[in-house]
């Protein structure tokens, strides 16, 4: 077995000795570089091999798949150890899945379109503008309560849609994680700006990405002492720094 | 009472007792069995889930009203444009030969390509080639993408229904003096139509649900929403609220169509 | 000048020539009935003259003018021929009297009420009275016939095409046919029959015109066909029938 | 040559010539004036962009593959069960009404229930039940689903093309002795087929492309491999590469059956 | 006993009663024709004794066994009788001689090869030879109506019920038909005949059965219903017809 002998994981992952990560199909940067996790570029894979190498699991035996989301909450046997895929903690989502421990804390973020970027950064402001999200994000309850907007909000399947409707005018704003909205701001929507973000810490229910194993899985207990771990000897805030970037540029929304 | 009377009765008596009795059958099978499987618990907490469908039910209605208006003026144009596509590739006359191109190139091209790319390419693209608000309202453009795709499949059905009508029909039409035009409307077309009703019925209701498709580009309909909270609760029983929606809609109109063309037929002979 | 005359007219299926140059003259009020054997032609020839089969060669003229012309349009001219098919064609989703009003409605553009009354003499004339509502499937052949009859002569042509038209008809609704017939005639109509029932054309016909191997092979009035027939063909058709 | 196929002939010569002018014109206008538009460089890169095809397009060729498997197994049984489906619907006799009233109950229920739950329901629920691999295979349980779904359409268009047969046509072959079942097959089956043809080619062009639906449970097939790299390109090209492989399936599979329609009606008559 | 007899057959469409009970007998061997108005039920009648329409009431008995007992199966019993509708009902995507085959083949099991020599030969008595592989829409009328002929016949039923099976034929023909049923006759084939052609029943019947409102009115042999009607209908009726 690859496991140090006696290891907690040892005997609970899916295949003997292998521990085996989902992400998405595609996986996004900054989460993943290049849709290859394997290489453990990016913010997600770094932490997958950090975890595996927390639980003394070598890197070779960690085992990449691609997962949807409805693949990971159905309700019979899964084909991966963990899933990572921005899945943010809700109290809803554990009753059906176990989440770990968060492993980021993401802010959200509002991306405006090309014809929006004077709009201030507040509250009064951005409610009047048309709204998009991503439909399987905790973005859109988080859109519904916080900003209440003026006009039925438009709801995607991902973001290269939201992109291609904020290109098409069909809407000024929309609402992602930071990271998220930074990369499209940078990268993919010529002329968008992020105009502001939500504080993390001041929502009464912050945006938490967490793993999301089985109901009832063994493992919940060994990854979640992996990520304390990490956290206590402050490798998950270097990874953090390596992979995220920099984001007290952005104003809060008040 | 005549002996044929009297079994004619008993007949259709213990034709009642068997459908009642199988039926039955088969429903206490399934309410009885299924949750012996091991996994039914955790099945019915993901997809039969009370809470769930609860706390989902009024904002899928909700939603549902997006599907029915979009519906409501995408039917009749597709029907109109689908018997126009069927009569252009119905022409006779050889003059009309281009306008029989367009139609089998309409069909071909229509059919074809997958509505998911239909839905972005005009929903997507055509508003980004600069219009302005509110005319690049995907609302418009994704109704045109579907108008056009289900045209296609419907103008296919209304041929096979134009084809299935005997020739001599349009000859005896045309003997009385009537133009092309008048005995497609009132001879072939009226034979047709009832010969596809069903095949029509199908492409309804089958729109009814890819109304659905024009949520890739924003709109929030009934299966956008149930995708929400799908998400949101990890849990598959929105779609099971959506589908009972669905149900409730579909079924009793098609019941009904089948009672009126049964009652057609047994008034006509 | 003929009211309908044919000139040369060829009409093939394929590699069987059907019609193979068919002149024939039918003059304005004449009944002229046309023999002959079963596939020898008659209702392929009806049809043509009716334009619903293009023709291969040779001239169709309606009061001198030249109907068959390629590209003239054609539903003028039909409406101003009737045409009775052999095996009816009634339309099975209207009512008998709804079959009978569809031309005069859309061709004459008149409502309903304009010539309900015309058609119910029709169909009253024709023993039909109490068959109006009833649709087709729901008719016996014979008053299929007739109802096919009443529709031809609702749009009221000038020329009638019959394609055996007392084949499903009791000897007592021929005779009452044949008696419509001359009454139409004594209008005026000019009637082409194709018919098998000898008897029918010798009583009714001007003229009678045996039909075979695609040819009008001889023609006269019934006395000299029938009494008198000078082709072998002929001769030997009519034969069995005497 | 008679004056007939002299204007025939110039009949066929001109309408060639309108339909090719008319044809190019309508294209040389697209490919004029839509460049005009103040977006099209926009959508032409998000849609039509050479570099993202020719990378996409071998990895959604292989793609397809999955979705030809799919459809292979998948087309033949959704005919035999749609067939069989029509042929309990139209049981005549009333010792038979249960099982006109199953055939009535399947093709309301699977296809006013949205496919995607169909999907769902038997390609997560089923296996979640607790089946072992490979039983619990996303392709089985997928495939069934689809098979399901699409079935109750099929069967809706079978009995119309059973309808539309004169039933005259059932008495005369009843009349010669043959029973039921002969009746069906040798008589009513192969004119209500051929009536419905083209109806039955949109349900094969419609089920190539649901084919896709099952990615929503697993299989990676040509639309999701689209889908993946929009997401990943957040570019729309693969999906025009995706409509490219599919209308090259389609249109000759058309064509070709309108082929064959054509010609066996010019046999017949 | 009779080979076919029916007893107080009643058969109604929906209010209008069309067999009001008929008794009728036909004797192995004999050929008996069916007289009667457009309209009068024959051809409902043949339907039903062939158990295409249930009836509301009395028995049809088949060689002494009730045939119309409600529950029974229809099929062998169907395959004994033959019949030829009036409006032919050729199945119209199948040539002609597949037509003709279909029956030999699925209810006798009979290959292709077996019953082709025997079903050219009935083409040939029919002078069809040469339009076996055509499709009944190539057809003319008469033609359809002698395929039809052929393809009852080619089932070898014990009994045959034909529905006016000479209106689309030139006299000609109808004379070569006529010649045909008498030799069935002298095989032994029990025949029943709906038929306008009053010179065709007073040639070849048996039995001459008036039909009139749903009942047998009047029947005897040909010589005395022609020559010498006793029911005031009956002289009514043929009147026109001499
Ligand atoms: N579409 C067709 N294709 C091939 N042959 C055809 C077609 N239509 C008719 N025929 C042939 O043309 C010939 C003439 O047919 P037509 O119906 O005109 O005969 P008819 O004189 O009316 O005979 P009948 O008295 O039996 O009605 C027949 O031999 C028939 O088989
Ligand atoms: N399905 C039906 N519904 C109502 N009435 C019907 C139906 N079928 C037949 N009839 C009526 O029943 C009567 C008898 O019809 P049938 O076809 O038996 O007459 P027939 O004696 O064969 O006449 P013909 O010599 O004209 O063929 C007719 O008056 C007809 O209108
Ligand atoms: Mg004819
Ligand atoms: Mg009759």
Redesign the interface.
Known sequence: SAFAAGHCAAGKTLTDGKFTVATG??A?YPWVLD?APESGQGFEAAVAYAVAEEMGIAAADVVWV??????A?????KNFDVNMQQYSI?A??D???DFSAPYYTAPMAVLVGPGAVDTAPTMAAIKDLKW?AV????A??KLYSVIQPGS??????????V???I?????DAALFDLPTALFLSAV?IEGSKVIGQFSADSSENPDQFGMLME?GSVLKACIDDALAALTESGALAAIEAQWLQDSTGVPLIK | MTRREKYDAAQRRRSLVIAASSTALVILALIILVPMAP?WE??Q???FNRAVLAKSFPKLLDAFLVNVMIFAWSAPLIGLLGLLIALARDAKSPALFPLRLFGAAFTDIFRGVPVILTV?LIG?GI??LGL??PW???YIWGSLALILTYSAYVAEIFRSGIDSVHHSQRAAALSLGLSERQVMRDVVLPQAVRNVVPSQMNMLIALQKDVSLL??????EIF?QA??F???????TPYVGAALIFLAVTIPATRYADYLMAKQKRERR | MAKLALRGVVKRFGEATVCDGIDLDVDAGQMVCLIGASGAGKSTLLRCINLLEPIEDGEIFLDGEDISVPGLDPHPVRARIGMVFQNFNLFPHMTAIENAMLAPRRVHSKTRVDVRGEIESLFTRFGLADRMQNYPDQLSGGQQQRVAIVRALAMRPDVMLFDEITSALDPQLVGEVLDVLLALKAEGMTMLLATHEMGFAREAADKVCFLKDGNVIEEGPPSQIFDAPQHPETQRFLARSK
């Open positions: 199909n595609p996004y849709d691609r997962s949807s989301f409805d693949e909450i159905q309700p019979g046997a809700t809803e989502r009753q059906v899945v998009g439909g399987t994000t905790t859109v309850p039925d909000p438009l709801l995607y399947g991902d973001t290269a849609d992109s291609a409707a290109s098409a005018n069909q809407i993919m109901e | 996994g955790k099945v907490s993901s997809f972005y997507f508003p980004g302005p608000r690049n309202s995907p949520s890739f580009i924003g709109p929030v956008r995708g929400v799908k998400s949101l609760l990890a849990n598959f």
